[in-house]
Protein backbone atom coordinates (compact mmCIF):
# COMPACT_ATOMS: atom_id res chain seq x y z
CA UNK A 1 0.00 0.00 0.00
CA UNK A 2 2.49 2.29 0.91
CA UNK A 3 4.89 1.33 -2.11
CA UNK A 4 1.49 2.69 -4.34
CA UNK A 5 1.41 5.88 -2.84
CA UNK A 6 4.90 6.32 -2.73
CA UNK A 7 4.38 5.76 -6.69
CA UNK A 8 1.51 7.86 -7.26
CA UNK A 9 3.26 11.03 -5.40
CA UNK A 10 6.31 10.10 -7.55
CA UNK A 11 3.87 10.54 -10.62
CA UNK A 12 2.15 13.70 -9.35
CA UNK A 13 5.65 15.51 -8.66
CA UNK A 14 7.32 14.42 -12.04
CA UNK A 15 3.66 15.49 -13.94
CA UNK A 16 4.25 19.15 -12.14
CA UNK A 17 7.66 19.43 -12.90
CA UNK A 18 7.11 18.24 -17.03
CA UNK A 19 4.37 20.92 -17.31
CA UNK A 20 6.37 23.78 -15.71
CA UNK A 21 9.03 22.57 -18.45
CA UNK A 22 7.07 22.65 -21.39
CA UNK A 23 5.07 26.06 -20.48
CA UNK A 24 8.65 27.27 -20.81
CA UNK A 25 9.03 27.38 -24.06
CA UNK A 26 5.50 28.78 -25.20
CA UNK A 27 6.25 31.52 -27.73
CA UNK A 28 3.95 34.78 -28.51
CA UNK A 29 2.88 37.46 -31.13
CA UNK A 30 1.54 40.47 -30.97
CA UNK A 31 0.77 42.43 -33.98
CA UNK A 32 -0.23 46.10 -34.53
CA UNK A 33 -1.30 48.50 -37.10
CA UNK A 34 0.70 51.90 -37.94
CA UNK A 35 -0.47 53.74 -40.61
CA UNK A 36 -0.78 51.04 -43.56
CA UNK A 37 1.91 49.05 -41.47
CA UNK A 38 1.46 45.97 -39.51
CA UNK A 39 3.80 45.60 -37.05
CA UNK A 40 4.70 42.10 -35.43
CA UNK A 41 6.57 41.48 -32.27
CA UNK A 42 7.40 37.71 -31.28
CA UNK A 43 9.18 36.58 -28.29
CA UNK A 44 9.12 33.40 -26.09
CA UNK A 45 9.09 35.79 -23.06
CA UNK A 46 9.68 39.26 -22.76
CA UNK A 47 13.53 38.98 -22.88
CA UNK A 48 13.56 36.33 -25.26
CA UNK A 49 12.85 37.26 -28.66
CA UNK A 50 12.61 34.98 -31.86
CA UNK A 51 14.90 35.49 -34.05
CA UNK A 52 14.61 34.43 -37.41
CA UNK A 53 11.37 32.76 -37.48
CA UNK A 54 9.05 32.84 -39.66
CA UNK A 55 5.82 34.75 -39.89
CA UNK A 56 2.96 33.34 -42.70
CA UNK A 57 0.11 36.75 -43.63
CA UNK A 58 -2.94 35.01 -43.93
CA UNK A 59 -6.46 35.83 -45.54
CA UNK A 60 -8.80 35.71 -42.59
CA UNK A 61 -11.48 34.34 -44.53
CA UNK A 62 -10.32 32.41 -47.29
CA UNK A 63 -7.09 30.97 -44.96
CA UNK A 64 -4.85 32.27 -48.48
CA UNK A 65 -1.10 32.90 -47.64
CA UNK A 66 -0.48 36.46 -48.94
CA UNK A 67 3.23 36.57 -48.00
CA UNK A 68 5.62 35.53 -45.66
CA UNK A 69 9.13 36.77 -43.81
CA UNK A 70 11.40 36.53 -41.26
CA UNK A 71 11.85 38.42 -37.83
CA UNK A 72 14.93 40.30 -37.25
CA UNK A 73 16.98 39.95 -34.09
CA UNK A 74 14.31 41.93 -31.92
CA UNK A 75 11.25 39.54 -32.91
CA UNK A 76 9.86 42.00 -35.03
CA UNK A 77 8.59 41.62 -38.83
CA UNK A 78 6.13 44.10 -40.62
CA UNK A 79 4.63 44.44 -43.92
CA UNK A 80 2.36 46.63 -45.55
CA UNK A 81 -1.53 45.74 -45.16
CA UNK A 82 -1.76 43.57 -48.92
CA UNK A 83 -4.74 44.75 -51.01
CA UNK A 84 -6.82 42.29 -51.07
CA UNK A 85 -8.17 41.72 -47.51
CA UNK A 86 -9.26 45.79 -48.01
CA UNK A 87 -10.77 44.83 -50.74
CA UNK A 88 -12.62 41.75 -49.66
CA UNK A 89 -12.74 43.39 -45.73
CA UNK A 90 -10.91 40.46 -44.70
CA UNK A 91 -9.39 40.11 -41.20
CA UNK A 92 -5.60 39.23 -41.44
CA UNK A 93 -4.22 35.91 -39.69
CA UNK A 94 -0.93 35.57 -38.88
CA UNK A 95 1.02 32.39 -37.83
CA UNK A 96 4.14 32.53 -36.17
CA UNK A 97 6.43 29.48 -36.83
CA UNK A 98 9.47 29.88 -34.58
CA UNK A 99 10.89 26.03 -34.48
CA UNK A 100 9.86 22.75 -33.88
CA UNK A 101 6.53 22.87 -31.97
CA UNK A 102 6.75 26.18 -31.66
CA UNK A 103 4.11 28.07 -33.24
CA UNK A 104 1.40 31.30 -32.41
CA UNK A 105 -1.36 32.65 -33.85
CA UNK A 106 -3.07 36.05 -34.03
CA UNK A 107 -5.51 37.99 -35.74
CA UNK A 108 -5.14 41.67 -37.03
CA UNK A 109 -9.27 42.52 -37.13
CA UNK A 110 -10.27 44.48 -40.28
CA UNK A 111 -11.51 46.90 -38.00
CA UNK A 112 -8.26 48.12 -36.64
CA UNK A 113 -6.99 49.07 -40.30
CA UNK A 114 -9.97 49.16 -42.19
CA UNK A 115 -10.21 52.81 -44.21
CA UNK A 116 -6.96 54.27 -43.18
CA UNK A 117 -5.35 53.44 -46.56
CA UNK A 118 -4.76 56.43 -47.91
CA UNK A 119 -2.42 56.94 -44.64
CA UNK A 120 1.73 56.09 -45.08
CA UNK A 121 3.52 55.38 -42.62
CA UNK A 122 6.53 56.67 -43.58
CA UNK A 123 4.57 60.48 -44.26
CA UNK A 124 3.32 61.51 -40.63
CA UNK A 125 -0.38 63.31 -41.36
CA UNK A 126 -0.48 66.84 -41.51
CA UNK A 127 -3.01 68.26 -39.40
CA UNK A 128 -3.92 72.07 -39.62
CA UNK A 129 -5.51 74.29 -36.81
CA UNK A 130 -9.19 74.67 -37.29
CA UNK A 131 -11.21 76.35 -34.38
CA UNK A 132 -13.59 74.64 -32.81
CA UNK A 133 -16.84 76.46 -31.70
CA UNK A 134 -19.15 73.49 -31.44
CA UNK A 135 -18.75 69.72 -32.09
CA UNK A 136 -21.66 67.52 -34.14
CA UNK A 137 -23.20 64.52 -32.69
CA UNK A 138 -22.01 62.88 -36.44
CA UNK A 139 -18.47 63.78 -35.69
CA UNK A 140 -18.29 62.54 -32.39
CA UNK A 141 -18.88 59.43 -33.36
CA UNK A 142 -16.41 59.30 -36.04
CA UNK A 143 -14.24 60.33 -33.61
CA UNK A 144 -14.83 58.00 -31.20
CA UNK A 145 -14.56 55.01 -33.59
CA UNK A 146 -11.00 56.08 -34.43
CA UNK A 147 -10.50 55.95 -30.47
CA UNK A 148 -11.91 53.11 -30.61
CA UNK A 149 -10.07 51.37 -33.33
CA UNK A 150 -6.16 53.10 -32.04
CA UNK A 151 -6.90 51.40 -28.75
CA UNK A 152 -8.21 48.42 -29.65
CA UNK A 153 -4.20 46.78 -29.81
CA UNK A 154 -3.64 48.64 -26.47
CA UNK A 155 -6.21 46.85 -24.53
CA UNK A 156 -5.46 43.29 -26.83
CA UNK A 157 -2.12 43.62 -24.93
CA UNK A 158 -3.29 44.65 -21.42
CA UNK A 159 -5.53 41.04 -21.77
CA UNK A 160 -2.28 39.35 -23.20
CA UNK A 161 -0.94 40.40 -19.36
CA UNK A 162 -3.05 39.44 -17.55
CA UNK A 163 -2.16 35.67 -18.64
CA UNK A 164 1.23 36.49 -17.21
CA UNK A 165 1.84 32.72 -15.30
CA UNK A 166 1.85 31.95 -11.82
CA UNK A 167 2.38 33.81 -9.10
CA UNK A 168 4.28 33.46 -6.27
CA UNK A 169 1.14 32.37 -4.22
CA UNK A 170 0.36 30.03 -6.63
CA UNK A 171 4.16 28.89 -6.46
CA UNK A 172 4.30 28.76 -2.59
CA UNK A 173 0.54 26.66 -2.72
CA UNK A 174 1.74 24.27 -5.24
CA UNK A 175 5.67 23.99 -2.86
CA UNK A 176 2.56 23.41 0.34
CA UNK A 177 0.83 20.41 -1.83
CA UNK A 178 4.42 18.40 -2.12
CA UNK A 179 5.12 19.07 1.33
CA UNK A 180 2.09 18.12 2.27
CA UNK A 181 1.89 14.53 -0.04
CA UNK A 182 4.81 13.82 1.70
CA UNK A 183 3.96 14.56 5.50
CA UNK A 184 0.75 12.43 4.44
CA UNK A 185 3.48 9.63 3.15
CA UNK A 186 5.74 9.63 6.01
CA UNK A 187 2.62 9.39 8.45
CA UNK A 188 1.51 6.40 6.69
CA UNK A 189 5.14 4.57 6.64
CA UNK A 190 5.55 5.86 11.02
CA UNK A 191 2.13 3.64 10.95
CA UNK A 192 3.74 0.81 9.99
Known amino acids: MTRLVLAVCMAM ?11 AHKVNVFAYVEGNTVVTDSGYSRTRRVQDGVIEVRDGSTGELLLSGNTDETGRFQFEIPDVV ?3 QADIRLL ?9 EWTVKYEEFGTDKELSSDAPP ?8 SVEPSN ?3 VEAVVRRELEPVKRMLADMHD ?3 SMTDIIGGIGYIFGL ?11
Do not use: W
Request: glycine residues 8%; positive net charge.
Open 13 to 23: VATLCLAAVSE
Open 86 to 88: RKN
Open 96 to 104: LKAGTGHQA
Open 126 to 133: TIEPVAVT
Open 140 to 142: IKD
Open 164 to 166: SGP
Open 182 to 192: FGIVAYMKSRK
